[in-house]
């Protein structure tokens, strides 16, 4: 005796009885994604920050700067589960501004308690300069965030994960501002 089967490959009582199943089954929730808005926050003209307002809150003592950032923190941003707070694109900076702008980037997310912030600085393909180094900004952010003015607000730093820019662009941690500090 042959079976006959249907549109799913099931028999007609297999077809009832899945039938009779599904009717009650409701769609899981769509997971709510966090959306972070393309455009880096607006800057206005760089503005030297007081280098008195370092030494307030921090002392003068350079200190080594740990370069990676936790890595269940990593995996979390790489999944979405943590967010980045804010970010910082320096395509088309000179070092002299770039250098401007990061250090005051910096110091304004420390007040504002952005924890987590993504700094864009390129991978640095010039095509006119192939005699030049490349990437520029690439190489010096790192450089900038150990100095003795930036590092005291930084817990750490590394590359980004492809999703947020990869090589060109760096996760940078920042402290929590102090008690003293509000």
Known sequence: MRRTKGPLGLSPDEQKTWTAFVQNVKPLPKAKKTIIPNEPPKLGPPV????????????????ILEHQIDNSLRKA?????QTITARLDLHGFKQ???????????????????????????????PEALAAPRGILKRMVPEWLRSSDISPLVIGFEDAALKHGGSGALYVWIRKRQESDR
Do not use: C, M, W
């Open 48 to 63: 030297e920050i007081i280098p008195k307002i370092f030494d307030d809150i921090f002392p003068s003592k350079p200190r």
């Open 77 to 81: 941003l790489v999944r979405g589960h």
């Open 96 to 126: 002299d501004q770039a250098y401007t702008a990061l250090r005051n980037f910096i110091f304004r997310a420390y007040l504002e308690q952005n924890r987590i912030i993504l700094v864009i600085t390129g991978k640095g393909s010039s």
